[in-house]
């Protein structure tokens, strides 16, 4: 009787904090959502939930002649669709290195790539920019795709490379033996056993330029070249509240894809985080 | 390179490695034609190609230039890198050379055969096979990442600034000065420790909330008799899905002090609605906290929930046997078991938010300014060194304080990482 009293105390207590946690996370969701549906541009005098809720914001964002919004969209899809594609060749093609062969200068390449990975690479920012001030590359998408590219090979390096040490080498013998060079075992045996691994790198190579707002922000001045974090962040801070209607419709634009994105992936995520932070 | 004892009386090795000091010779010498060839016109080219940087390299490198009529002092730091790096490069090969050189003079020594032509093709292929798979990794990640770390180190001894700035003035070589400014004038030493300050309450503040909230939560969720258990899990991870620089900005609005529906909608009705959430760094750091607490906590909570499912349910019964109390439980198997299997990504929860710009700049761009010190009242280390870079072109100041703030990171990292397994395994390294 006294075990079960105190069950229904527990789970009241828990149900409480779960309402509580659940209207913490809702509660800027559906703001966000409302402001997007306001008439006018401020908010000022607008509810939650508003009783002439109106679709105007986001045909503004998708009429070419009045907002960037679409362009900024389409440069951000570019860059990270780029950035995925070089990655994902670069760190298979290290990764396989480092995992089937012992070759002179291999563990001393090991470290650098930890120990880089270590450090975020916008600290370098200076660097960054004036170095891209130096060749020319200011405010041109080829810098921004190179420095997420080459800021991307460490750490997922070293996750695709546990992964392929996961790969028994039996396999690669067998195939050697039957007369594959070293580039067919690469191709043809390593790297569709590696599929749920390069799974993962994508989706962070994806994702990690998506993302990224301060690199993109140091590296682009105009406003046809933006990605959605810069020109969403100009949005609102050129008029913080002037526009905010519009900066609303924006945000629940790029949190919806992502989001759902996301959510169907997420496995992927955990299993990649885990992986990096346990075998480094 | 010593040991000789009962080799036998030729001594081919020696003269291979002396007339080597001429690349190509050596291998003339050894009767190896083509790989000679190879070297000797590798080692032509290569001053060919690079001697006007050689020259202007290093030249530039230590002087930063002497007219600014002529020199850009930032161009010839670069240069100078370039330089510095070829001349790794060159040496690298230099060293290759001397060493084929005696490795085939030793095989004559030895009295055996050298390796044709042919096979040396077949070593090439099959050994260099690693490098040449490495190499367009390697090269992308020499220029945009190695390159800028030596940029940032190099200027951190240099005062470029916004008086010293190309094309008008030059940049000098300034040794420590940098660092010995930091500590000694005091607007640069208050901000300096202002800032480090809270960006230690900020990593263990923020990151400890979320790791706690989302640890209790996943706890909370693997509860018997909780309905609904995967809709509200899935809400729980909706914070992590949303790309968190929308929700920083959604948050800026939220809190905005005219019309923010914190203040106007929800403090409102306690009467409270006039908290100045972005204008007091006392409010807008507790903010920051809360909000970064929002972002953070549903990682923390989908890992926690994954290493909480793996525990076997026998361990519990036993305790439960045992006559072992909720709490008892908790502390004596679930936790320990979370946090073993979760510890280091609990640590790079830690370095991702000490150098967490992006929450501190889109909330309120490090801001409200405070007297006193010429970083923001919210200013974390990253978000000082932007705007050092950025808006007031203090890039001396700004690559020095960036080597301390690495140092940091490194130091942490690699106390963590030595203590993970792969560390310690000969093979996985």
Avoid at chain 2, 341 to 368: H, R, S
Wanted: charged share 10%.
């Amino acid at each position: 009787m006294r075990s079960n009293k105190q069950n229904i105390v527990q789970l009241t207590l828990s149900y409480i904090v779960i309402i509580a946690m659940i209207t913490i996370i809702l509660y800027p969701i559906l703001w966000i959502i409302g402001s997007s549906l306001n008439p006018g541009n401020s908010l000022s005098g607008s509810s939650i939930i508003p009783s002439d809720a109106t679709f105007e914001h986001y045909q503004e964002l998708f009429d070419l002649e009045k907002s960037n919004y679409l362009l900024w969209y389409w440069n951000t899809i570019k860059i990270c669709l780029l950035t995925m594609a070089i990655s994902v060749a670069l760190v298979c093609m290290t990764a396989y290195s480092f995992s089937r062969f012992r070759f002179y200068g291999r563990k001393n390449g090991l470290m650098t790539f930890l120990i880089l990975q270590m450090i975020p690479n916008f600290a370098a920012l200076i660097a960054i920019y004036a170095l891209a001030n130096l060749t020319n590359l200011l405010d041109t998408h080829l810098a921004l795709i190179l420095v997420y590219t080459g800021g991307a090979i460490p750490m997922n390096t070293y996750l695709m490379k546990g992964y392929l040490d996961t790969i028994p080498k039996e396999l690669d013998e067998s195939a050697r033996i039957d007369g594959a060079g070293n580039f067919r075992v690469f191709w043809q045996i390593v790297l569709p056993l590696a599929k749920p691994m390069i799974a993962v790198v994508s989706l962070f190579t994806f994702i990690t330029p998506f993302t990224d707002f301060i690199l993109a922000r140091i590296l682009l001045r105009t406003e046809e070249k933006f990605t959605l974090a810069v020109g969403l962040y100009e949005l609102i801070a050129d008029q913080f509240g002037n526009e905010f209607t519009l900066f609303a419709a924006g945000s629940v634009l790029i949190a919806l894809p992502i989001s759902i994105l996301f959510l169907s992936l997420q496995k992927y995520f955990v299993s990649g985080l885990t992986a990096g932070g346990t075998k480094g | 390179m010593g040991e000789q004892g009962n080799k036998p009386s030729t001594n081919k090795r020696k003269i291979a490695l002396a007339l080597s000091i001429i690349p190509g010779l050596g291998q003339f010498y050894n009767k190896q034609w083509l790989k000679g060839l190879i070297f000797l016109v590798l080692t032509g080219s290569f001053f060919v190609a690079f001697s006007d940087l050689l020259q202007f390299g290093f030249w530039g490198l230590v002087t930063l230039g002497s007219d600014p009529a002529y020199d850009h002092s930032i161009v010839l730091l670069v240069e100078g890198i370039l330089t510095v790096l070829i001349t790794i490069l060159g040496l690298g090969i230099y060293v290759l050379n001397l060493n084929d050189a005696f490795k085939v003079g030793k095989q004559r020594d030895l009295n055996e055969q050298p390796n044709s032509v042919r096979q040396q093709y077949q070593n090439l292929v099959g050994g260099g096979f690693p490098y040449l798979m490495m190499t367009p990794g390697f090269l992308l990640l020499i220029f945009v990442v190695i390159f800028p770390i030596l940029f940032v180190i190099l200027l951190a001894f240099t005062n470029y600034d916004l008086y010293h700035s190309p094309p008008a003035n030059l940049v000098e070589w300034v040794g420590f000065q940098n660092f010995i400014e930091i500590f000694q004038i005091p607007i640069w030493r208050n901000t300096f420790f202002s800032v480090l300050a809270w960006t230690i309450i900020w990593t263990f503040g923020a990151t400890t909330l979320q790791v706690g909230l989302g640890i209790f939560l996943a706890v909370l969720m693997n509860q018997k008799g909780i309905v609904l258990q995967k809709t509200i899990r899935t809400i729980f991870i909706l914070p992590w899905a949303v790309p968190p620089f929308v929700s920083i900005l959604v948050f800026a609005g939220m809190f905005n002090e005219t019309f923010g529906t914190i203040n106007e909608d929800i403090l409102a009705i306690f009467g409270l609605g006039d908290i100045p959430w972005l204008t007091n760094p006392t409010y807008t750091k507790i903010a920051l906290i809360m909000i970064q607490t929002w972002l953070g906590f549903p990682f923390i909570f989908a890992m926690v929930t994954g290493v909480l499912q793996s525990i076997p349910n026998e361990l519990y019964e036993a305790a439960e046997v045992d006559g072992a109390t909720v709490m008892q439980k908790f502390k004596a198997i679930t936790l320990p078991l979370v946090l073993y299997a979760t510890a280091p990504i609990m640590i790079t929860q830690y370095t991702f938010n000490f150098n967490n710009f992006n929450v501190i700049f889109l909330f309120n761009g490090g801001g409200p300014a405070v007297p006193d010190q010429n970083a923001g009242g919210t200013d974390i280390l990253i978000s000082w060194i932007y705007s050092l870079t950025m808006t007031s072109a203090q890039y001396g100041k700004a690559a020095a304080i960036t080597m301390i703030l690495s140092l940091i990171v490194i130091t942490v990292a690699l106390w963590q990482f030595r203590r993970t397994k792969s560390f310690q395994e000969e093979d996985m390294m």
